[in-house]
């Protein structure tokens, strides 16, 4: 009995993979248009399982590629009247189109379209069908008259993806968001769709037609859904001020979290909206009653207004810094704005001793390695830029001993590196950057590679290093914001270098200086001769994204800037810029942007 039963499992199992085998020769057949041995094949398969309606499908599609349309129409009328299935209607219908019988065709569409008066739920065959053969208003009916006649079922995904075909974008969007008013479940499935046909100008025709919708919306209904997806529309536009607007009104209403707040802060910052990031982070600051939140607040108002200030406005800031620690006291839970404080008295106020002494305090806490570690990697950078290398060095070399393999370890040791290399020990810089090409932390690894590059081109194309160390030495001079000396060293190496491989990376370095001081002519006039001279240059797709950059953001030229972009997507399509580079290149030229 056993011995019987392996048998035909045995047997089971050699008749499903030869099945298998046979579907896949006949799909080749088909792929590659050998429509005969494709249908010699599919008839094999659907004798062996008349059940399969795909295999009949199959015969079908052939048989209309062959033209043997009256085999394919008998073919069709003899499965109607034994599956008793609405769809091979349809297809029937179909079969008429294509000898430009529309008469017929259209007799047998409004057949299958009335098998729904019978039962709606044929619709779930009708509907793709029509949807598969674009006969897409017929779909469109389908799935309206379902609907109707059984207002449970819902096809607003269905009618919204016809729609989008048709390029019919308004009932498009409409039907989109009426999936969203069924099902907020949808939201991010519907905004993923939707960002297909809008730009980052709110004055498209498409943008204007979403922003009416979900305006209707939100006076229709109280949802804060709607809030939701007008602020997420805006900040696709980049209108961050009326994204604020939502943002405060959903707020207002739930007075729950201010998450959604935060992340509109940070979008608006990293996007150099600085009013609109300050307007947020002050609302958070005046509405939480969460030291831990107010204090995040004012960390962030501090970080932009220290980012877009000028040196006359270095008192107020300092006057802010001292004001919020006299609040909050120095304390372990102020201990980031302390780090802060720290940086900005060394790094813009010159008051290095008032900094060092500052974070040495912090030391006292009883706090974790991790805190200690952000305490001693500020007085590092603070060493550094007093130039005493050997301090630094002992509390970046901390770091990493008392934090082993971690990403902060891994930082000390690219500042152990470059604290080397600002001193010209470029052999020892060189050693500990190979060994952080690897690091976990792709930041870190990049920078560690940047760094690596430079040093060892140079020391192979100069024995002496004469301008590796002039170049270290302007880099330390930009480090310590004396960018009017660092522009001047550099001006040493394009004088006494003509043609060595450290010119681009000097022009570059140069003219991140020049831009620093809104000195935008010569920066672009740097960023021209590497691209017009030094073709050859890794630093090429650099040069050719950051003079776009400028052209757009400082010079008023975006159709040149556009042939830059589009010569970093031709020409080094393995560039880091190339995504960046697609994104503002289809931008300017006018596409909607997912």
Do not use: C
Not at 41 to 61: A, E, F, G
Not at 106 to 117: C, S
Not at 261 to 267: P, Q, Y
Not at 525 to 549: C, G, H, P, V, W
């Amino acid at each position: 009995m056993i011995i019987k039963r392996v048998l035909i499992l045995l047997l089971l199992t050699l008749s499903f993979a030869v099945n298998a085998q046979e579907d896949l020769v006949a799909r080749e057949y088909f792929n590659t248009g050998e429509f005969e041995k494709a249908l010699i094949s599919y008839k094999k398969l659907y004798t062996k399982n008349s059940r399969n309606t795909n295999y009949l499908i199959q015969i079908i599609k052939i048989e209309q590629q062959l033209e043997l349309y009256k085999d394919a129409e008998n073919r069709l009328i003899d499965a109607i009247q034994t599956k008793a299935q609405p769809d091979l209607i349809v297809h029937l219908g179909y079969n008429y189109q294509l000898q430009n019988d529309t008469i017929n065709a259209n007799i047998y569409y409004k057949q299958a379209l009335a098998t729904l008066d019978e039962n709606p739920n044929n619709v779930y065959r009708v509907g793709p069908t029509f949807q598969k053969l674009s006969l897409l208003d017929n779909a469109i009916t389908a799935y309206n008259k379902a609907s109707e006649l059984k207002p449970t079922l819902n096809f607003n995904m269905q009618l919204a993806r016809i729609y989008g075909e048709q390029g019919d974008v308004e009932k498009m969007f409409t039907s989109y968001i009426n999936l969203i008013e069924d099902s907020d479940n949808y939201q991010n499935t519907i905004k993923r769709n939707v960002s297909e046909f809008i730009s980052e100008d709110g004055n498209s025709e498409n943008n204007i037609f979403l922003r009416k919708i979900l305006l209707k919306k939100s006076q229709q209904s109280q949802d804060l859904i709607w809030n939701e997806m007008l602020s997420w529309l805006f900040i696709q536009q980049k209108d961050y001020n009326k994204a604020f607007v939502q943002e405060k009104a959903i707020y207002k209403r739930e007075l729950e979290s201010l998450s959604r707040l935060v992340e509109l802060g940070l979008i608006a910052q990293t996007q150099k909206q600085y009013d609109v990031a300050l307007d947020v982070f002050n609302f958070i600051i005046e509405s939480t009653q969460n030291n831990g939140m107010k204090l995040a607040g004012h960390l962030k108002v501090l970080d932009i207004q220290t980012q877009i200030a000028v040196s006359k406005d270095y008192p107020a800031i300092k006057d802010s810094y001292v004001l919020i620690l006299e609040t909050y006291g120095k304390t372990p839970q102020t201990l980031e704005l302390q780090i802060n404080y720290a940086h900005f008295l060394a790094f813009y106020l010159n008051q290095k001793e008032d900094a060092i002494k500052l974070l040495k305090d912090t030391l006292k806490y009883n706090i974790s390695e991790l805190d200690l570690a952000s305490v001693k990697l500020e007085l590092g950078d603070i060493l550094v830029l007093e130039e005493k290398f050997n301090q630094a060095l002992i509390y970046y070399t901390q770091i990493e001993r008392n934090l082993k393999n971690s990403t902060v370890a891994q930082e000390a040791r690219f500042r152990i590196a470059k604290a080397s290399y600002y001193k010209g020990d470029f052999k020892w810089a060189e050693s500990q950057l190979k060994i952080l090409k690897s690091s976990t932390s792709q930041l870190t690894a990049n920078d560690a590679l940047d760094l690596k590059l430079l040093i060892s081109d140079n020391r192979a194309e100069d024995s002496l290093q004469i301008a590796l160390t002039k170049y270290a030495k302007a880099d330390l001079l930009a480090y310590q914001n004396k960018n009017d000396d660092a522009i001047n060293v550099l001006d040493t190496i394009l004088e006494a270098h003509k043609t060595e491989v450290i010119i681009p990376q000097t022009l570059l370095k140069q003219a991140a200086l020049f831009e620093a001081k809104k000195d935008y002519q010569k920066a672009k006039t740097n960023y021209q001769r590497i691209i017009e001279d030094f073709k050859d240059s890794i630093l090429m797709d650099n040069a050719l994204y950051n003079l776009a950059e400028l052209l757009v953001n400082h010079l008023a030229q975006p159709e040149e800037a556009k042939k830059l972009y589009e010569t970093i997507l031709f020409e080094h399509a393995d560039s880091i810029y190339a995504v960046e580079a697609r994104k503002k290149f289809r931008a300017l030229r006018g596409d909607a942007i997912n």
